[in-house]
C-alpha cells in the first residue's frame, strides 16, 4: 500500500513561515508496498508503533516534524524555533494547515477504532515529551557546583529551578499512581535534597527551603502515604527522601498527620538487617522524630523506636551508629524528666558507653553530649555516675578544637535549631564540670556556625548570654576558655575570669565569685575585711556570722554549699607538691574540701601524711565529720601497704570480676560492648578509659589485674602483631597477658575475625595464649556469645561443654571453651541483674597508654 501522498527523502528548509518548506537536497524514493510511512535515517528519527498506529518523528536542521498515520486519519505536525505549524489530512482527501506561535499547541486525535488508556498515553508521550524520562534525566550538575563562593543569585536561581523540580516529580507520581519509575523519581529527588543540604554556607537556606517547597506541593502527604506501601521498592525511598526532609515544619506535619505510620516505617528499615542503608535511614528518621516535643519523644518511645535504637548500637556501621548517638542526644534534651527517667530504665546511660568510647569524633561527641544532659538531672545523676561513661567526656573536650569539629561532619556543619539550642542552656549551670564543659565547647562551636550564618542574635533570644558570662568567669579553666570564645564570636563583652588557683586569688576576685553566687548584699563585707583567696578557702561559719555578718543560718548553708563547691574544682599545685589533694580524690571528690586544711596544717609531704593521727584530723585541720576522719585514716593505712608492695603477693584479693584487654586500634567497640553486656549482667568491670594518672599509670593497671577473677583478652585482626619481637615488654597487651598469667586470672580470649601466630612467633612469656581456646564473637548473636561467656565465668562449664544451640549459630568447640580450668575458688554466685559501679579510673585526669613514662606502647 503507498502512502497517500508523495515523499521526498532530503533535508528542508523553510524561508517564510507562510509559504511550504523548500528542499535543499531531495531524492525520490520508493515506497515498500507494506509500509505506511517512508523511512528517514536513523540518526533524524525516532518512531513508535502501538496496534494499527505507527509515529513517526524526523528532524532537520532547523526543523522538527512528527507525523502520525492509520487508514482512517492522518496528522503532522511542524515546528520551527518561533512558530509551529500543523497540518491534518483524512483518507477522504480533507486537508487542513494551521499556523501557531510556539506558545501555544494543540494536539488533535481521531480514529474510527478504539484505542486503550495506555497506547493514547504512549502516543501523548511522544508527541509531547516524557515527564519521567525529563525528571529522571535532568543534570544537577549546576547545584553540585555551588559553593561558599558563589553569588546569592546563583543560590536563587537553584532555588527556583529545585522547587519547580520537585513539585513536577511529586505531580508525576501522583498522576501516574502505578507509575514503575516512582522509586527511581523518589531517589532522583532524595540526591537533590541531599546535595543542597550539602552547599558550603548556603546549604542551610538551600535545604530548608527545598524541604518547605516539597511539603506545599504535596509532597510530605505522599510520602506518609507511601510508608504503608506494600511495594518494598518504594517504601524504602521514600522513607529515605523522609529522612533528608525532616526539618522543623515537616516534623510537625509528620506528627500531625502519621506519626505511628512513620515511626514503624524506621523501625521496619531497622529491623532489615541485611541492609546498611535501611539500617541507616530508620535510625536517621529517629533521630529527627526525637527533635520534636516531649510528647512526641514519649510516643515514638512507645512505638519502640528507643528500644530499636539501642539494639542498633551493637552494628558496626558508623553512620548507623552516628544517627544513634544524635537520637539519644536529642531525647536527653528534648524528653524531659519523664523520658530521661526510662532512658535510665533501658540503662541508656549504659549503651552510651559503647558510643563515647567510639573511635569516630561525631558518635563518641553525641554520645557525651548525651549522658552530660542525663547527669545534669540530680534524679538520676548517682545512676549516671555509676555508668562509667561520664569519664569519657574530659578527654574529648580537652583533645578538640570547637571551630574544627564544626567542619568534620555534615550533620553538625549547619548547627541547631533554635529550639535545639534553647533546651542546652541550662546544662551551662549544672553543678557536674563535666556537663559545663562540653556545653560550653557546642556554645563555642554554635558561634562559630552562626556567625558564619549571620545569626548570632539567636543567643540573646535563647537566655544564652548571661550564662554564658557566667561560665566565661567561673574557676573552671575548661568551660570558662570555651565560653569567653563562644561570646568573643558573637561579638558579646568577656568578663573578668576567675583563675582556678582559688589560694592566688585577690580581694577582686574574691568580690567577683561572692557576686556569681547570689550573695551581692554581703559583698561589702568581703570587701572591708579583705578577704582574699587564701583566707576565703580558711572560713569557717563563725567567721561567716560574727565578721561577715551572715546572721541567716540558711544563708549561711547555702554559702557553705557553694564554698565547698569551690574546694572540689580549685587547684591547688601553687602549694600541694606532695599531691595531698590527688590523695583525698581517691577517697572520694568530697574529701577534696580538706585539701587546703591539711597543707595548713603542715601536712606537705607524704611522710608527714602516713604519720598524722586521727586526733589531729581533727583539732590541727578542723574536719569534723568522724566518718570522713576515719575514711582517711584507712586510706592512709592502705597507701601504707602499697608502699613497697610488688605484684607477686601470694594471696592477691580477687575483688574484681572482670579485666577487659583490647587493642585500641581495632579493638575499642568490642571492648566496650562486652562492659555493657557484663555490667548488665550484674558484673563489676574494669576497661581503660585513658584516663589513669601518668605517674602511676604501671601500678594502677597491673594491679587490677591482679585484683580480677577473670581477664577477657579481645583478639581482633592483628591484635598481637606488635608482641611478636616484644622481648623488652613495650606492648601493654603483652604486659596485660603476662600479668593475667602471673596472677592466675581464668583468661578467657574473645576473639573476632582473628587467626592466632604460630606459637613461636611471640615471646615466650606469652606463647600459653595460643594454646587457649577462645569465644568466637558472632555479632548477630551478642547475647548468645556472652550467655556462653557467663557459663565459663561462673564455672559451669569444663573443657569439654557443648551447646548444640551454639554450634548451630556458627560456634565450634574451639570457638566457645576457655583453655584454663575453672577454679571452684572463682566461680561467681548468680548475679543479681542491677546496675553495678564499674570500676574505671575516675581520677579525672588522664594519660594514654600509647604514651606514658615508661614508655609503653599500646596501639
Known amino acids: 500500500m503507498s502512502a497517500p501522498w508523495p515523499i521526498k527523502r532530503g533535508a528542508f528548509k523553510s524561508v517564510d513561515f507562510n509559504e511550504e518548506a523548500k528542499p535543499i537536497l531531495v531524492s525520490d524514493i520508493n515506497t515498500p508496498a507494506n509500509a505506511k510511512i517512508r523511512y528517514v535515517p536513523e540518526n533524524e528519527a525516532r518512531s513508535l508503533k502501538a496496534g494499527d498506529v505507527q509515529q513517526q518523528e524526523s528532524k532537520n536542521l532547523e526543523h522538527t516534524n512528527l507525523k502520525l498515520t492509520t487508514d482512517t486519519f492522518s496528522t503532522e505536525k511542524s515546528a520551527t524555533e518561533s512558530q509551529q505549524q500543523k497540518k491534518t489530512i483524512t483518507s477522504s482527501g480533507i486537508y487542513n494547515k494551521e499556523l501557531h506561535s510556539r506558545s501555544s499547541s494543540t494536539a488533535v486525535y481521531s480514529s474510527s477504532k478504539g484505542t486503550s488508556a495506555k497506547m493514547l498515553t504512549q502516543i501523548h508521550d511522544f508527541m509531547n515529551g516524557n515527564p519521567t524520562d525529563e525528571i529522571l534525566e535532568t543534570s544537577l550538575d549546576d547545584l553540585e557546583q555551588l559553593s561558599a563562593d558563589s553569588k546569592y543569585s546563583d543560590v536563587e536561581k537553584a532555588i527556583h529551578k529545585y522547587t519547580t523540580y520537585l513539585d513536577k516529580s511529586v505531580k508525576c507520581i501522583q498522576d501516574a499512581e502505578h507509575n514503575p519509575k516512582a522509586p527511581e523519581i523518589l531517589n532522583k529527588m532524595n540526591d537533590v535534597i541531599r546535595k543542597a543540604w550539602a552547599v558550603p554556607t548556603y546549604g542551610h537556606e538551600l535545604g530548608y527551603t527545598l524541604c518547605n517547597a516539597l511539603r506545599k506541593c504535596g509532597g510530605m502527604e505522599l510520602l506518609l502515604n507511601n510508608c504503608t506501601n506494600t511495594n518494598d521498592e518504594l517504601q524504602f525511598n521514600s522513607a529515605k527522601l523522609l529522612e533528608q526532609c525532616l526539618t522543623t515544619e515537616n516534623r510537625d506535619y509528620v506528627v500531625e498527620h502519621?506519626?505511628?505510620?512513620?515511626?514503624?516505617?524506621?523501625?521496619?528499615?531497622?529491623?532489615?538487617?541485611?541492609?546498611?542503608?535501611?539500617?541507616?535511614?530508620?535510625?536517621?528518621?529517629?533521630?529527627?522524630?526525637?527533635?520534636?516535643?516531649?510528647?512526641?519523644?514519649?510516643?515514638?518511645?512507645?512505638?519502640?523506636g528507643l528500644d530499636a535504637l539501642l539494639f542498633e548500637i551493637r552494628k558496626k556501621d558508623v553512620e548507623t551508629l552516628r544517627h544513634c548517638a544524635?537520637?539519644?542526644?536529642?531525647?536527653?534534651?528534648?524528653?524531659?524528666?519523664?523520658?530521661?527517667?526510662?532512658?535510665?530504665?533501658?540503662?541508656?546511660?549504659?549503651?552510651?558507653?559503647?558510643?563515647a568510647f567510639h573511635n569516630d569524633d561525631n558518635i563518641k561527641y553525641y554520645a557525651c553530649l548525651a549522658i552530660t544532659v542525663l547527669v545534669a538531672n540530680a534524679e538520676i545523676e548517682a545512676v549516671v555516675i555509676q555508668s562509667g561513661t561520664l569519664g569519657l567526656v574530659e578527654p574529648f573536650v580537652t583533645l578538640h578544637n570547637p571551630s574544627q569539629f564544626a567542619k568534620s561532619n555534615l550533620a553538625h556543619a549547619h548547627g541547631q535549631s533554635k529550639t535545639w539550642l534553647k533546651r542546652l542552656v541550662p546544662v551551662l549551670s549544672s553543678k557536674r564540670e563535666e556537663a559545663r564543659n562540653l556545653a560550653a565547647f557546642h556554645f563555642c562551636m554554635e558561634a562559630g556556625i552562626k556567625r558564619q550564618q549571620g545569626n548570632t542574635n539567636i543567643f540573646q533570644e535563647i537566655g544564652a548570654v548571661e550564662a554564658l558570662k557566667k561560665v566565661a568567669s567561673c574557676p573552671n579553666a575548661v568551660a570558662s576558655k570555651y565560653a569567653a570564645h563562644a561570646l568573643r564570636l558573637i561579638g558579646e563583652e568577656v568578663p573578668h575570669k576567675l583563675s582556678q588557683q582559688v589560694p592566688l586569688w585577690s580581694t577582686e576576685d574574691v568580690e567577683q565569685w561572692v557576686r556569681q553566687i547570689g550573695f551581692s548584699e554581703i559583698v561589702n563585707s568581703f570587701v572591708e575585711s579583705r578577704v582574699d583567696g587564701d583566707l576565703l578557702l580558711q572560713l569557717t561559719e563563725d567567721n561567716l556570722k560574727d565578721d561577715i555578718g551572715l546572721i541567716n543560718g540558711i544563708k549561711r548553708k547555702r554559702f557553705t554549699r557553694e564554698l565547698q563547691k569551690l574546694k572540689r574544682m580549685a587547684d591547688y599545685t601553687s602549694r600541694d607538691s606532695a599531691n595531698i589533694n590527688t590523695f583525698l580524690q581517691s577517697l572520694g571528690p568530697e574529701f577534696s574540701i580538706y585539701t587546703y586544711s591539711l597543707l595548713n596544717a603542715g601536712i606537705e609531704t607524704k611522710d608527714?601524711?602516713?604519720?598524722?593521727?586521727?586526733?589531729?584530723?581533727?583539732?590541727?585541720?578542723?574536719?569534723?565529720?568522724?566518718?570522713?576522719?576515719?575514711?582517711?585514716?584507712?586510706?592512709?593505712?592502705?597507701?601504707?601497704?602499697?608502699?613497697?608492695?610488688?605484684?607477686?603477693?601470694?594471696?592477691?584479693?580477687?575483688?574484681?570480676?572482670?579485666?577487659?584487654?583490647?587493642?585500641?586500634?581495632?579493638?575499642?567497640?568490642?571492648?566496650?560492648?562486652?562492659?555493657v553486656h557484663l555490667q548488665l549482667r550484674g558484673f563489676s568491670v574494669f576497661i581503660d578509659v585513658e584516663r589513669l594518672e601518668a605517674g602511676k599509670f604501671d601500678n594502677n593497671l597491673l594491679q587490677s589485674i591482679q585484683k580480677a577473677k577473670h581477664f577477657l583478652l579481645v583478639l581482633t585482626p592483628n591484635a598481637l602483631e606488635r608482641c611478636k619481637d616484644d622481648h623488652d615488654k613495650k606492648d601493654w597487651v603483652h604486659r596485660e597477658i603476662v600479668a593475667a598469667l602471673s596472677a592466675n586470672c581464668n583468661i578467657i580470649p574473645i576473639i573476632d575475625n582473628f587467626t592466632f601466630p604460630e606459637p613461636d612467633e611471640l615471646p615466650e612469656d606469652m606463647r600459653q595464649i595460643c594454646h587457649f581456646n577462645a569465644v568466637r564473637w558472632i555479632h548477630d548473636y551478642q547475647d548468645a556469645c556472652v550467655d556462653k561467656l557467663e557459663r565459663f565465668m561462673r564455672g559451669e562449664l569444663n573443657a569439654k561443654g557443648n551447646d548444640s544451640s551454639l554450634l548451630r549459630m556458627g560456634f565450634s568447640k574451639g570457638d566457645i571453651t576457655p583453655g584454663t580450668p575453672s577454679n571452684p575458688a572463682l566461680v561467681r554466685q548468680q548475679p543479681s541483674y542491677q546496675r553495678m559501679h564499674s570500676n574505671d579510673s575516675g581520677s579525672g585526669k588522664g594519660s594514654d597508654k600509647d604514651i606514658n613514662g615508661s614508655g609503653a606502647i599500646r596501639d
Open 258 to 304: 502519621g506519626l505511628d505510620k512513620v515511626v514503624k516505617v524506621a523501625c521496619v528499615c531497622i529491623r532489615n538487617t541485611n541492609s546498611v542503608d535501611h539500617s541507616r535511614v530508620g535510625t536517621g528518621i529517629l533521630e529527627h522524630l526525637f527533635k520534636h516535643s516531649e510528647e512526641t519523644c514519649s510516643d515514638v518511645v512507645k512505638l519502640g
Open 326 to 355: 544524635g537520637a539519644l542526644a536529642n531525647l536527653s534534651l528534648y524528653g524531659g524528666a519523664e523520658n530521661q527517667e526510662t532512658m535510665i530504665e533501658r540503662n541508656v546511660q549504659m549503651w552510651l558507653f559503647p558510643l
Open 608 to 675: 608527714a601524711l602516713r604519720n598524722i593521727s586521727e586526733d589531729q584530723l581533727l583539732n590541727e585541720c578542723g574536719i569534723l565529720n568522724s566518718i570522713h576522719r576515719y575514711r582517711i585514716m584507712e586510706g592512709i593505712r592502705q597507701l601504707e601497704n602499697r608502699i613497697g608492695s610488688d605484684l607477686s603477693d601470694d594471696n592477691p584479693d580477687k575483688s574484681l570480676d572482670v579485666f577487659v584487654s583490647y587493642r585500641r586500634s581495632n579493638g575499642s567497640q568490642l571492648a566496650s560492648l562486652l562492659k
